[in-house]
Nanobody
């Protein structure tokens, strides 16, 4: 099954930007629905954004207008461009790949927005 590796997290000031990447090992990556989730300390994991094999996107209300999810099927990679970051965006961000009811997860990359 697909293996996922996230990167791009780090420490940033409020209002700053980061670009997260998720590299997949699977050759049929283009068929997967990809998503980004996040989990803050003491809270449940929540959906941030998804993108279908055809490029259709959906976003959580809290990130609309600030975050952009995209994918490059030729590189088996999905991205999350994060602009206008807020302290409440601080969390461990996970990459997800789903197909036929099966979900695969990366180990996460930490995003910390200081204030």
């Amino acid at each position: 099954q697909v293996q996922l590796v996230e990167s791009g997290g780090g420490l940033v000031q409020p209002g700053g930007s980061l670009r997260l990447s998720c590299a997949a090992s699977e050759s049929i990556f283009r068929l997967y629905v990809m998503g980004w989730y996040r989990q803050a300390p003491g809270k449940q994991r929540e959906l941030v954004a998804t993108i279908t094999s055809g490029g259709s996107t959906k976003y959580a209300d809290s990130v609309k207008g600030r975050f952009t999810i995209s994918r490059d099927n030729a590189k088996n990679t999905v991205y999350l461009q994060m602009n206008g970051l807020k302290p409440e965006d601080t969390a461990l961000y996970y990459c997800n790949a789903g197909i036929l009811g099966i979900n695969h997860w990366g180990k996460g990359t930490l995003v910390t927005v200081s204030s």
